[in-house]
């Protein structure tokens, strides 16, 4: 295996696995993403209310990744993984055969069931397999991997779109994501090596700063998720190529720079690599409510995608002040943690932006203070051998 990665025949299987799922579901998401919102309104008719209905309903299912902690009673985790990016393809393949919003609901709520259970047992994976010097460098070639696989989707949609009914389209995502699953389905990547990770729900007072942080990340990350493209859209008349175009930049800074913020984790700290983010999407959100150049907003769009990587450095902090069997049940917590803020902040940023657009923005460079603060409080022993 490459530089960064334990030549140990364990950490091989589960780095081929976890890539494997990763590959899928990346393009099952990017694929029904991209998708989704001209099939919504030209195929399915639906109205604005509708359609956000719809948003907020997907994601119901990360808010309930503590659903986890007791499927993982029934089946092994690496099992859950390939279920989930099963359940994943069967949403996106099922999207083209109900074009109705009722049927969008449904297929919305498989896809996205699959999605954020994927995400969860996923993360644990990595946090459980590899140490604490591989975990952010896997994570950041993961990420890598996934922003390829992102541009590869985007490219199939460009060339296929004119000749394939959506229909088509859904069903060769969704059917590839669903072989991926099931090969995966009969592999056996789990070792025996592994701490037994603890059955039950875990939450500790002395992880409290890990479930802020995860709080302020989730709550700031709905801004950026519900407004920033609006303002795109809205403020800027952003066409639909050029959101395109904005959308394969991201993904092709992303191929490259996030392996590098992986082994930044490693090199400047925990600590560091988090101030650097939020110092700078302070700066990014105040921007955002106050810049007029077309260009330079959506330069800050890119640098929000950028710096948005740095937060796997939360979950590497947590792997070094977690006992390691509380490593799976803790992420279902933390991705129950970071949806707590999808509830309410789409709706009460919306309200806010009828006041002045500017105060979401601005309120989102408060959370960065905020985490800001609370990453000086991350203390860790010195790394063996120093």
Request: charged letters at 10%; proline letters at 4%.
């Amino acid at each position: 295996m490459s530089k960064g990665f334990s030549t140990n025949a364990d950490n091989r299987r589960m780095y081929l696995f976890l890539l494997i799922m990763v590959l899928a579901a990346a393009v099952g998401f990017q694929g029904w993403r991209t998708l989704y919102n001209n099939f919504a309104v030209d195929v399915a008719g639906l109205t604005g209310e509708e359609n956000g209905f719809v948003q907020s309903l997907r994601e119901v299912p990360g808010f309930l990744a503590l659903l986890v902690i007791y499927l993982l009673l029934l089946v092994r985790e690496h099992t859950l993984v390939a279920l989930s990016v099963l359940t994943l393809g069967l949403g996106v393949a099922l999207a083209g055969f109900f074009p109705s919003f009722h049927g969008l609901l449904i297929t919305t709520l498989i896809m996205s069931f699959g999605f954020h259970y994927y995400e969860t047992t996923n993360q644990s994976l990595i946090l459980q397999y590899f140490d604490k010097t591989q975990a952010p460098v896997v994570m950041g070639r993961l990420r890598g991997f996934s922003s390829g696989a992102n541009l590869a989707v985007g490219a199939t949609i460009f060339l296929l779109a004119p000749y394939l009914e959506f229909r088509t389209l859904f069903c060769l995502f969704g059917g590839f994501v669903i072989l991926a699953g099931l090969w995966c389905l009969v592999q056996n990547p789990a070792s025996p090596n592994i701490p037994r990770q603890r059955k039950g729900m875990v939450f500790r007072s002395r992880y409290w700063l890990f479930y802020v942080l995860t709080f302020f990340s989730g709550a700031r990350r709905q801004v950026f998720v519900a407004f920033a493209v609006f303002l795109l859209v809205q403020r800027f008349g952003y066409t639909v190529q050029e959101i395109t175009a904005l959308f394969v930049i991201n993904n092709v800074v992303n191929w490259y720079l996030s392996p590098a913020i992986g082994r930044a984790v490693n090199r400047f700290g925990e600590r560091k690599v988090l101030s650097l983010e939020y110092v700078s999407l302070i700066f990014i959100f105040v921007a955002y409510a106050y810049v007029d150049s077309k260009l330079l907003v959506a330069v800050l769009y890119v640098l929000d995608h950028v710096f948005y990587n740095f937060a796997m450095a939360i979950k590497t902090y947590f792997q070094k002040i977690a006992d390691p069997g509380d490593i799976a049940p803790s992420m279902a917590v933390s991705f129950t943690i970071n949806h707590i803020a999808a509830v309410v902040i789409p709706a009460a940023g919306g309200l806010l932006w009828m006041v002045d657009y500017r105060i979401p923005f601005l309120c989102a460079a408060g959370l960065a203070g905020c985490s800001l603060l609370l990453t000086q409080c991350i203390r860790l022993p010195e790394p063996e051998g120093k």
